[in-house]
């Protein structure tokens, strides 16, 4: 079983809705990480192509997330329990109808996204410094 070290959560599960949130906070965490990491071209630089090409598995991974999401939600429109905190005036189903149809148009542009990483990853696989063999150089 694999397992997320760096949170110890089992890839296979279970599954709560604690090590979902924590999942979550701790993308969110990593995404700042890389916010202060690549504020300059001494951090990057070496690593730029494959920054990149992680960036995009990462989005086309959110991908099924986002579906996963868009589906419950569609779901939880039959659910007798479902209220919406908003007071009786608003219909929860039409809430997790929102949620749907938002996480949805979510997904159609991070494919968008997806595809512009791959292709910013593919340009700079090409990029690099001269290396001078010569120390007069």
Do not use: C, F, K
């Amino acid at each position: 079983m694999r397992t997320l070290s760096t949170l110890g959560l089992p890839l296979d599960g279970p599954h709560t809705p604690d090590t979902t949130l924590d999942a979550a906070r701790a993308l969110s965490d990593l995404v700042q990480y890389l916010n202060h990491a690549t504020t300059g071209p001494d951090a990057v630089v070496e690593v730029l192509d494959e920054v990149l090409i992680n960036l995009a598995d990462a989005a086309h991974g959110l991908d099924q997330t986002l579906s996963q999401i868009s589906s419950t939600a569609l779901d939880l429109r039959t659910q007798p329990s479902l209220r919406d905190d908003r007071g009786d005036s608003v219909d929860p189903a039409d809430t997790a109808e929102t949620v749907a149809d938002a996480t949805a148009e979510a997904r159609t542009r991070l494919a968008l996204v997806t595809a512009a990483l791959r292709d910013a990853a593919s340009a700079a696989a090409h990029l690099g410094h001269h290396v001078s063999t010569n120390d007069n150089d």
